[in-house]
């Protein structure tokens, strides 16, 4: 196999890879809280908002120190190790309990934080400046088939339920845990360790186990790792991409836990919100394939570079979040059990709600296909910390959304997503021509 198919090959075992765990974690995520609003009447007292804010906030903190765990084990057993977490995390749905549902909620987010770099280092070393826009787009496509399968299963398994039984909830979760256990066993299909070495990484095929000079390397390389992350975060680029890296974080915080939440407290969709759920992610889904899909494609012959994505990226969230405010009762992200018979503007649609959500999902794509691509042109020489820097700002703003979601109205979470997803576009802009202007001339970054 040349070196050019091997890449290929590894961007596309990643990207399978990932489809597999997150089939599992985005469809927990998606239905957490509504199982959970049905486990409240027992002796579990845990809630799904303030889980994935305790997630995030984990990931964001642990973002610190991610580059170094993978300078020292290397990005193919960061993963493998990450993903048996995922798996341990949605495993706790079985039986919960809360004090498992919190630790769980803890070491996924550590986990969480290791895997991203991981990925990003794995993605950027397999690629160059040629074909990290296809490539990323590949990425993105095949991660985000994942909330197409799982939320197929939830629309026909809850079809027509009012309540999640303990039997529903148990089917569920233990297929979503085995799911996750096989995208984590793929990564060891993922190519030798000399393909995917974390950068500063030298090769380590000489190396005698035991020997305290191979030791002091990966300190070195560790200690080292640590230092770019912290340069490269006061740097003009890093600090520009991180409103726009904010509102990524704001905006998956929203669809992927919060619409869904919404969706199922809506009692005029006539006993069919618990199945609209899965619908929605479906959609969801199919809005972040095609937008993978097509943008990686177009990256190859691309003229006008990455701000016509982010601009129709932004005018289609801001389409969808007018709709929602149209569409959904204000009361939803926060109604109780028995839901909410409330009314916005117009009588809620189940239509124009699943629309909102292929939406939401295609312009979620258009973001994040091109922040992967720009950083990874732009710190093709530091990926591992360029990637944590970027999960850190993510992850912080998903939990900080996260927990807001547990008071604010529906009114009140779009403002914020609009008003952020203003400046960020912006502040994408202003990067991507200096990116541009460094492509027509042919030049490496090297300005930190």
Not at 82 to 108: E, K
Not at 429 to 446: D, H, I, P
Request: with cysteine; charged share 10%; aromatic share 14%.
């Amino acid at each position: 196999m040349s070196p050019e198919s091997k890449k290929l090959f590894n961007i596309l075992i990643l990207g399978v890879s990932f489809m597999f765990i997150f089939t599992a974690f985005q469809t927990c995520g998606n239905i957490a809280q509504t199982v959970i609003t049905n486990l409240n009447s027992t002796d579990f007292h845990g809630s799904g908002y303030t889980s994935m804010s305790i997630i995030y906030g984990v990931f964001s903190a642990s973002n610190l120190f991610s580059p170094s765990v993978v300078a020292i084990v290397g990005p193919q057993l960061s993963m493998v190790v990450s993903g048996l977490f995922y798996s341990l995390y949605i495993a706790v749905f079985i039986q919960p309990s809360t004090w498992s549902f919190y630790t769980a909620s803890v070491f996924i987010g550590i986990a969480a934080a290791v895997l991203w770099t991981a990925q990003g280092n794995c993605l950027t070393v397999n690629s160059d400046e040629n074909n990290i826009g296809r490539n990323s787009g590949v990425f993105w496509a095949l991660l985000q088939s994942s909330l197409f399968f799982g939320n197929l299963y939830i629309y026909f398994a809850w079809q027509g339920k009012t309540y999640i039984t303990e039997s529903d909830r148990r089917t569920v979760f233990i297929a979503l845990t085995v799911i996750s256990l096989v995208g984590t066993v793929l990564f060891f299909l993922i190519r030798k360790q000399e393909d995917t070495k974390a950068p500063g990484e030298e090769d380590s095929t000489n190396e005698i186990p035991g020997d305290s000079s191979s030791a002091q390397n990966k300190l070195t390389r560790a200690v080292d790792a640590f230092k770019r992350s912290v340069k490269l975060s006061f740097t003009k680029e890093i600090l520009l991409l991180s409103v726009t890296t904010a509102y990524t974080g704001l905006e998956l915080t929203f669809f992927s836990g919060v619409y869904g939440t919404c969706i199922g407290a809506v009692n005029r969709f006539g006993g069919e919100e618990k199945s609209l759920i899965g619908l929605s992610g479906i959609f969801i889904g199919v809005g972040e394939i095609l937008g993978g899909g097509i943008f990686g494609l177009l990256s190859k012959n691309n003229r006008f570079g990455r701000n016509p994505v982010v601009m129709l990226g932004i005018i289609i969230h801001f389409i969808a979040f007018y709709l929602i405010f149209l569409n959904m009762p204000n009361d939803a992200p926060i109604a109780p059990m028995e839901g909410t018979d409330g009314i916005a503007y117009m009588i809620p649609s189940k239509e124009v709600a699943i629309f909102c959500s292929f939406l939401l999902g295609l312009g979620d794509s258009c973001f994040n296909t091109q922040l992967l691509s720009i950083l990874g042109f732009l710190y093709s020489e530091d990926s591992a910390p360029a990637f944590a820097i970027f999960k850190f700002v993510q992850s912080i703003c998903a939990a900080v959304a996260y927990f807001y979601s547990n008071y604010f109205l529906l009114q009140w979470q779009l403002l914020i997503m609009v008003v952020v997803g203003f400046f960020g576009t912006v502040t994408f802009f202003t990067v991507e021509w200096k990116a541009a202007a460094l492509r027509a001339r042919g030049s490496e970054y090297s300005s930190i």
